[in-house]
């Protein structure tokens, strides 16, 4: 997990129902543990009434504006509004017309409404919260933490750049565009982090994943398999374990659970040699909600210690 | 999955009874099933398609979710410009009676766009200007948002066609499938003529008023400036190459809501007993219930909650020749059935809560006065649901399932 900790941008992507939400909550928190100023993000949905990675965090609401909910550790929702309204500042000659401009209603609702607008918005914002600077001139996020929606779209938003660039390929957008698309590319500053589940589609979709995120030119920095049952036996104890069930009799309790130990046993070994990158392996934590982040984070800080 | 394995627990008929699903696969012209990522929606939806095909019914099973997994449990070509069809010996050899028919088609913007075009544009000089207009060629190809316009647009068009008989609509992830039930409305917003109608150009017939002039210049001056010309020039010639179609667009719209509003349509909502996949589908079951569409009931997946006919590991009696580390490997086997036990337990009493959950909230059940609710558990299967045959097998159990 220390790879991580000198990238600008990390983007946490899987498919639904991995603990991507999770894994962003607890890097985050680690991050910030280890002494980097951090800054954890979501997508904003202004249709959503709950907030996942509010609830990982165990905080109540997450703002459009970045606030502090522990030392070193910030949260913001990423606004597409707010995207359109810092990228129509920085082009337009003067302030009162980008303001003039997300004023009008009719504008307003285009860019809110048209198809990949509210994404670029996203994506400016992610720039805009990248590029800003303390009083000192240091950044003052260090580490942004982005939890993507799930697979296909983490994949779309990540295609819009460069298509984008063939509909408009000159003016201030495009170079905005550039700039967006040169920071998700640039292995120094960006990582992108896959979560998966010990299981055999889970894997499989995962590496379709890598494959994707690969075709984009976005630096892959590290794969997390989530949820990996505790395996208590060994290898003779196993084997015998085996011989008992193999027979002919009724299912028996306690079989499926192997089922699942070995799956996760075929899926690690899977995807360590499908990829290139460092695969971590988290345990299955019976916790929930902002315990769980703080659990596996402490986790995180355990493993940095053994490696 | 084969059926030999010991895990494949299937009922015996004698215990089986029609679950709410059954009238559902039967009757209904639309399944929408939605719910959190990863608690097996794409394979419940292909499920109860295959389910509706084994009663005879001609099925088409739709996902809008990128991921590729629909394809690999039916054995069907994906990427295909249109609906696939399951091949028949296939079918056969499941059961699926002659006039019964499954297709799957996994959604392609592009080409709904498309045939959405050619539909409304009316002569094909029209049709040809729009395909070959840069702004809709970036939108057609984009997934983002694209996804949820176009869905609305196929569940329509396939579900009136007369082709089918059921229409399974598999949605992406929750939040994105909320924009799938917005989308009509949303589409409505992005074509309002008077938003529309700032970025046309003056003439042609169109007199804009003091007001509309106002902010058509601001329009104009901001992305001017911010796209560069051209790309205000692309954007005029689309939204003019589009207005007249906008009116058609948008009665397709409303129809689609009229028809997921009607008694031909059900919802379904798909979980596991993971508490965020719960919290997901309470979340989605209140957005269903205010928006007055018809919700059905739950599928509990990946469920531990089916445990008849298990034996457990002490039952198993070593012989007094046994070694310290079968003895040990049978007691760390037993502490695994603990665990299942315990699972079993807080997936039984899961299932409790989602049947009056159900019973309160849906309409069906209301208007069937089967206070029992409608939340099944389909056994858990150990992994996932790889070919036909587990598909198959998921499709009885979901049909017809004793219910724990």
Same mark, same amino acid.
């Given at each position: 997990?220390?790879?991580?900790?000198?990238?600008?941008?990390?983007?946490?992507?899987?498919?639904?129902?991995?603990?991507?939400?999770?894994?962003?909550?607890?890097?985050?928190?680690?991050?910030?543990?280890?002494?980097?100023?951090?800054?954890?993000?979501?997508?904003?949905?202004?249709?959503?009434?709950?907030?996942?990675?509010?609830?990982?965090?165990?905080?109540?609401?997450?703002?459009?504006?970045?606030?502090?909910?522990?030392?070193?550790?910030?949260?913001?929702?990423?606004?597409?509004?707010?995207?359109?309204?810092?990228?129509?500042?920085?082009?337009?000659?003067?302030?009162?017309?980008?303001?003039?401009?997300?004023?009008?209603?009719?504008?307003?609702?285009?860019?809110?409404?048209?198809?990949?607008?509210?994404?670029?918005?996203?994506?400016?914002?992610?720039?805009?919260?990248?590029?800003?600077?303390?009083?000192?001139?240091?950044?003052?996020?260090?580490?942004?933490?982005?939890?993507?929606?799930?697979?296909?779209?983490?994949?779309?938003?990540?295609?819009?750049?460069?298509?984008?660039?063939?509909?408009?390929?000159?003016?201030?957008?495009?170079?905005?565009?550039?700039?967006?698309?040169?920071?998700?590319?640039?292995?120094?500053?960006?990582?992108?982090?896959?979560?998966?589940?010990?299981?055999?589609?889970?894997?499989?979709?995962?590496?379709?994943?890598?494959?994707?995120?690969?075709?984009?030119?976005?630096?892959?920095?590290?794969?997390?398999?989530?949820?990996?049952?505790?395996?208590?036996?060994?290898?003779?104890?196993?084997?015998?374990?085996?011989?008992?069930?193999?027979?002919?009799?009724?299912?028996?309790?306690?079989?499926?659970?192997?089922?699942?130990?070995?799956?996760?046993?075929?899926?690690?070994?899977?995807?360590?040699?499908?990829?290139?990158?460092?695969?971590?392996?988290?345990?299955?934590?019976?916790?929930?909600?902002?315990?769980?982040?703080?659990?596996?984070?402490?986790?995180?800080?355990?493993?940095?210690?053994?490696? | 999955?084969?059926?030999?394995?010991?895990?494949?627990?299937?009922?015996?008929?004698?215990?089986?009874?029609?679950?709410?699903?059954?009238?559902?696969?039967?009757?209904?012209?639309?399944?929408?099933?939605?719910?959190?990522?990863?608690?097996?929606?794409?394979?419940?939806?292909?499920?109860?398609?295959?389910?509706?095909?084994?009663?005879?019914?001609?099925?088409?099973?739709?996902?809008?979710?990128?991921?590729?997994?629909?394809? =690999?449990?039916?054995?069907?070509?994906?990427?295909?410009?249109?609906?696939?069809?399951?091949?028949?010996?296939?079918?056969?050899?499941?059961?699926?009676?002659?006039?019964?028919?499954?297709?799957?088609?996994?959604?392609?913007?592009?080409?709904?766009?498309?045939?959405?075009?050619?539909?409304?544009?009316?002569?094909?000089?029209?049709?040809?200007?729009?395909?070959?207009?840069?702004?809709?060629?970036?939108?057609?190809?984009?997934?983002?948002?694209?996804?949820?316009?176009?869905?609305?647009?196929?569940?329509?068009?396939?579900?009136?066609?007369?082709?089918?008989?059921?229409?399974?609509?598999?949605?992406?992830?929750?939040?994105?499938?909320?924009?799938?039930?917005?989308?009509?409305?949303?589409?409505?917003?992005?074509?309002?003529?008077?938003?529309?109608?700032?970025?046309?150009?003056?003439?042609?017939?169109?007199?804009?008023?003091?007001?509309?002039?106002?902010?058509?210049?601001?329009?104009?001056?901001?992305?001017?400036?911010?796209?560069?010309?051209?790309?205000?020039?692309?954007?005029?010639?689309?939204?003019?190459?589009?207005?007249?179609?906008?009116?058609?667009?948008?009665?397709?719209?409303?129809?689609?809501?009229?028809?997921?509003?009607?008694?031909?349509?059900?919802?379904?909502?798909?979980?596991?007993?993971?508490?965020?996949?719960?919290? =997901?589908?309470?979340?989605?079951?209140?957005?269903?219930?205010?928006?007055?569409?018809?919700?059905?009931?739950?599928?509990?997946?990946?469920?531990?909650?089916?445990?008849?006919?298990?034996?457990?590991?002490?039952?198993?009696?070593?012989?007094?020749?046994?070694? =310290?580390?079968?003895?040990?490997?049978?007691?760390?086997?037993?502490?695994?059935?603990?665990?299942?036990?315990?699972?079993?337990?807080?997936?039984?009493?899961?299932?409790?809560?989602?049947?009056?959950?159900?019973?309160?909230?849906?309409?069906?059940?209301?208007?069937?006065?089967?206070?029992?609710?409608?939340?099944?558990?389909?056994?858990?299967?150990?992994?996932?649901?790889?070919?036909?045959?587990?598909?198959?097998?998921?499709?009885?159990?979901?049909?017809?399932?004793?219910?724990?």
């Amino acid at each position: 997990m220390k790879s991580l900790l000198p990238l600008r941008a990390v983007l946490v992507t899987g498919k639904g129902g991995v603990g991507k939400t999770t894994v962003a909550a607890s890097l985050a928190r680690f991050a910030a543990q280890c002494g980097k100023r951090v800054l954890v993000a979501e997508i904003a949905d202004e249709d959503a009434t709950t907030s996942a990675l509010a609830d990982a965090l165990g905080v109540a609401k997450i703002t459009d504006e970045p606030w502090e909910i522990a030392p070193n550790l910030r949260v913001v929702a990423l606004a597409p509004a707010l995207g359109h309204q810092r990228f129509l500042r920085d082009v337009l000659p003067m302030k009162v017309l980008a303001d003039a401009a997300m004023r009008a209603g009719a504008i307003r609702r285009f860019l809110a409404a048209a198809p990949t607008f509210p994404e670029m918005g996203v994506l400016y914002r992610l720039l805009d919260l990248v590029r800003t600077k303390r009083r000192d001139g240091a950044v003052e996020h260090e580490m942004i933490i982005v939890d993507l929606p799930a697979t296909g779209h983490a994949l779309a938003l990540a295609q819009i750049p460069a298509s984008l660039l063939r509909v408009i390929p000159s003016g201030p957008i495009a170079a905005a565009v550039r700039e967006g698309l040169e920071l998700l590319q640039d292995p120094v500053r960006t990582g992108a982090v896959v979560v998966t589940l010990p299981e055999t589609l889970p894997v499989s979709e995962a590496l379709e994943l890598v494959q994707g995120i690969e075709q984009h030119s976005i630096p892959l920095a590290q794969v997390f398999l989530n949820r990996v049952p505790f395996d208590p036996f060994s290898d003779e104890e196993r084997v015998f374990v085996r011989s008992l069930l193999d027979g002919e009799r009724p299912p028996m309790l306690g079989a499926r659970t192997l089922e699942r130990i070995d799956r996760a046993r075929v899926a690690l070994e899977r995807l360590s040699q499908a990829v290139s990158v460092p695969v971590g392996v988290l345990q299955d934590v019976w916790l929930e909600g902002p315990r769980l982040a703080e659990e596996m984070a402490s986790l995180m800080a355990v493993e940095e210690v053994h490696q | 999955m084969s059926s030999s394995r010991p895990l494949d627990v299937r009922p015996s008929l004698a215990d089986a009874q029609p679950t709410f699903l059954e009238p559902l696969v039967r009757s209904k012209r639309v399944i929408v099933c939605a719910g959190a990522g990863g608690v097996g929606k794409t394979t419940t939806a292909a499920a109860l398609g295959l389910a509706s095909a084994l009663a005879g019914r001609r099925t088409l099973v739709l996902t809008i979710d990128p991921a590729r997994r629909l394809a =690999e449990a039916m054995g069907i070509p994906e990427a295909s410009r249109a609906p696939a069809p399951v091949p028949r010996e296939k079918l056969t050899m499941l059961g699926v009676p002659v006039h019964g028919e499954l297709d799957a088609w996994m959604l392609s913007p592009e080409v709904v766009f498309e045939t959405m075009v050619r539909r409304l544009a009316g002569d094909e000089a029209r049709v040809q200007a729009i395909l070959a207009n840069r702004l809709y060629q970036h939108l057609s190809k984009i997934v983002a948002g694209m996804q949820e316009y176009t869905a609305a647009e196929a569940l329509y068009s396939l579900s009136t066609e007369g082709k089918y008989d059921l229409v399974v609509l598999d949605t992406p992830p929750s939040r994105n499938a909320l924009a799938f039930l917005e989308a009509p409305r949303k589409l409505s917003m992005f074509l309002d003529e008077r938003v529309i109608g700032v970025f046309l150009p003056a003439g042609g017939g169109q007199k804009k008023g003091a007001f509309v002039r106002a902010a058509s210049d601001l329009a104009e001056r901001v992305f001017t400036k911010a796209f560069g010309e051209g790309f205000y020039k692309d954007l005029q010639d689309f939204l003019g190459a589009f207005s007249g179609m906008f009116g058609g667009m948008r009665a397709h719209a409303e129809a689609v809501r009229r028809l997921l509003s009607s008694d031909e349509a059900a919802f379904v909502l798909v979980t596991s007993p993971e508490p965020a996949a719960l919290a =997901e589908a309470g979340f989605f079951q209140e957005k269903i219930t205010q928006l007055g569409l018809p919700f059905e009931g739950y599928v509990l997946n990946r469920s531990w909650a089916y445990t008849r006919g298990f034996g457990g590991p002490e039952e198993i009696v070593l012989p007094p020749a046994a070694e =310290e580390h079968q003895r040990v490997a049978l007691r760390k086997l037993g502490q695994l059935a603990d665990g299942e036990r315990w699972r079993a337990q807080r997936d039984r009493d899961l299932l409790a809560r989602l049947r009056m959950d159900a019973a309160r909230h849906s309409l069906g059940a209301a208007a069937r006065g089967d206070g029992g609710g409608a939340a099944i558990a389909t056994p858990h299967l150990g992994g996932a649901v790889e070919d036909l045959a587990g598909l198959a097998e998921l499709a009885r159990n979901l049909v017809h399932l004793d219910n724990a």
